[in-house]
């Protein structure tokens, strides 16, 4: 989870990409996960005003896609799902388990509903 202002946000791993420059944010993302265990690099690829933003409580998410967006040259805007399962990385066998799980209760829970 990503906490950002007041709020915590979970990425879901489902893109749209409207444009061919769109491509920019694959490149930037995939620079920014290959850093992500380097943070003296990630702080330089971020800077250093939005860093201090994040690190202080301050930066909301529509002011973080906007700097993005602006360092991209991009309109990047984010879609909320009500779903928070959509976060969840099914990675590993306990991760299957628990997303079948999941289902399964919802799959249950729809058919007392009828």
Not at 15 to 34: D, G, M, Q, Y
Request: glycine share 4%; with cysteine; net charge positive.
């Amino acid at each position: 989870m990503i906490r950002l202002r007041r709020e915590g946000f979970c990425g879901c791993n489902l893109f749209a990409f409207f444009t061919p420059k769109a491509k920019r944010l694959v490149e930037f993302w995939s620079h920014i996960e290959r850093e992500r265990k380097h943070p003296f690099r990630l702080i330089r690829t971020l800077g250093g005003q939005v860093l201090v933003r994040y690190l202080m409580g301050w930066l909301s998410l529509s002011d973080a896609l906007h700097q993005l967006s602006q360092r991209l040259d991009l309109q990047i805007k984010a879609v909320m799902v009500p779903f928070p399962e959509a976060a969840i990385d099914v990675d590993t066998p306990e991760d299957l388990k628990l997303v079948e799980e999941i289902l399964s209760r919802r799959q249950e829970n729809q058919h007392e509903v009828i």
